[in-house]
């Protein structure tokens, strides 16, 4: 069995560790590899190589820093159908899906690219008469990032090429049933000839995140995975005195108003929906039609949904991929039944079909926007129909949600798309945009349940969350220079 090693300190270590975790492709169920579940020892070794490769790291200058991501870049690039058809095989994507999400971790090594600029800090001459004051950004130290199953390659480059470009060394606990993509990417980081134990990688669960959480030397924790998890590392994290941010759970709506062009939206949405089998935090999971778009746009997702083609990611012309295991599988039909029982009509889909772990695209209609079904993050590939008599109504039922990740709108008024800009509660918002997902210059923002901390990812608040605000204050009085 194909066991997962560790990176630390620029070499591939496999874990002692005794219990491991099965990677299984979902399209199939045959287990391929496994992940070693490492614990304290696996995390300390990985630290202690972050820890003696930082005070020579920070001091290489930044441009000497983004060179070794230049060619990072170059190397993804020419790597990207073997990494792409390694994240469909472990997730179970579509191969487009997985080049869509390179093309994005790719991004991200771009932005970091512009640290030099980025970094920079300010300053004033004259804060007092013959006083200046300058404020410089410095690296933490040892920052380390934890990392969900649905964007094996993505969400980690959220994170590492801005702690590094920055000057930190960086840790990475990739999900343990995913973790062959972020391991080919590893090896050509490696391969850029970046300094030994600027980048590792441990692999693991809950024990290999405790000792990451507890350990003195790890200054930042960066998380994106459930809101649950989120909660339990925000508040074990910050009770050990580091800076945190963590990306939680989704519920997203999108409002359709009567205005919306029927084909183009129909096209958009269902892509939100269904695209990734749902598995997208920000995967549109209920649509809140408005007025008369309750009939038509009902019928229109219906047909759309229906008319995906499912199967195996790595299948020419199949458009949706199976869910990540078994257990979600059986998860997230037992919340269509659920949403069966509490009055929801199934229009489309409901009933899976393959040897993998394959749900057809469902669309339930009518849903109570107050029933469990509308409050629970399915994480599949289920559209839930709300309807509502006007876009008050809509942002009152968006509003209702413990979740504020993303909210669309599908609308031909600007003043009604200003208006849901102004008031849904939502980090991400889309105008006519089925996934709101920022560019890697902006911020992933997130809101209420689906984010805790100050800083988002990505971008700017990246840059703000890997370094630490230096001020100086300088006084340099001419006489004492003509003493010497
Ligand atoms: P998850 O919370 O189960 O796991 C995420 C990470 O936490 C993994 O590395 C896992 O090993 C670790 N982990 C799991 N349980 C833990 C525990 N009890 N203690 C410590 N660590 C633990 O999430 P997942 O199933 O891999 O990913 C799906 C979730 O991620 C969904 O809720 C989705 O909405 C969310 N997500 C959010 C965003 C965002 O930007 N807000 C992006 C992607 C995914």
Not at 142 to 169: D, E, H, K, R, S
Not at 299 to 320: F, H, N, R, T
Not at 339 to 368: H, M, N, Q, W
């Amino acid at each position: 069995m194909n066991r997962i090693p560790d990176y630390i300190a620029g070499e591939w270590r496999t874990a002692n560790a005794g219990e491991a975790a099965a990677v299984i492709d979902p399209a199939t169920g045959e287990t391929f590899a496994e992940t070693p579940m490492g614990g304290a020892a696996e995390v300390a070794a990985a630290v202690d190589a972050a820890a003696a490769a930082f005070p020579e790291w920070r001091r290489t200058p930044p441009q000497d820093r983004i060179q070794y991501l230049f060619r990072l870049k170059r190397l993804m690039e020419e790597h990207y159908d073997d990494i792409a058809r390694c994240i469909t095989r472990e997730n179970g994507k579509t191969f487009a899906e997985a080049r869509a999400e390179l093309q994005r971790a790719v991004e991200n090594v771009e932005v970091a690219c512009g640290i030099p600029t980025l970094m920079q800090g300010y300053n004033l001459e004259d804060v007092a008469r013959g006083i200046d004051e300058i404020m410089i950004r410095q690296p933490l130290g040892v920052v380390a990032a934890i990392t969900p199953f649905n964007f094996p390659a993505m969400v980690p480059m959220w994170f590492l090429p801005y702690a590094i470009a920055c000057g930190n060394t960086f840790v990475l606990k990739p999900s343990e049933r995913v973790p062959m993509a972020m391991r080919m990417i590893c090896e050509l980081i490696g391969q850029t000839g970046i300094p030994k134990g600027v980048v590792n990688m441990v692999n693991g669960g809950k024990a290999a995140v405790d000792a990451l959480l507890d350990h003195p030397a790890v200054r930042a924790i960066s998380f994106v995975g459930s809101t649950p998890v989120a909660r339990y590392i925000y508040s074990r994290g910050s009770a050990n005195g580091k800076r945190v941010q963590c990306q939680g759970g989704a519920k997203n709506h999108a409002v359709i108003m009567p205005d919306a062009d029927l084909e183009t939206t129909t096209r958009i949405v269902t892509d939100s929906a269904f695209g990734c089998a749902g598995q997208r935090c920000l995967a549109v999971s209920v649509a809140v039609t408005v007025g008369d778009a309750r009939t038509q746009f009902r019928d229109a997702l219906a047909g759309a949904a229906a008319s995906l083609k499912v199967g195996p990611g790595l299948q020419e012309g199949v458009q949706m991929g199976p869910v990540i295991s078994r257990q979600s599988q059986e998860r997230i039909e037992g919340l269509i039944a659920k949403g069966a029982r509490e009055g929801a009509k199934v229009i489309a889909g409901g009933a899976a079909g393959g040897g993998g772990y394959f749900v057809s695209p469902t669309v339930l209609d009518g849903v109570d926007p107050k029933s469990a079904l509308s409050e629970t993050e399915i994480f599949g590939p289920v559209l839930s129909l709300v309807h509502a008599e006007s876009v008050d109504e809509a942002i009152d039922i968006l509003s209702g949600s413990a979740y504020g990740n993303a909210a669309s709108i599908f609308t031909a008024s600007g003043a009604t798309a200003r208006k849901f800009r102004y008031e849904a509660p939502a980090g991400n918002i889309g105008v006519n945009i089925g996934i709101a997902a920022p560019m890697a210059y902006f911020p992933f923002s997130g809101w209420k349940d689906s984010f805790l901390g100050v800083l988002h990812g990505q971008g700017r608040d990246g840059v703000e969350f890997y370094t630490d605000k230096k001020v100086v204050i300088e006084r340099w009085p001419r006489e004492w220079s003509r003493k010497f």
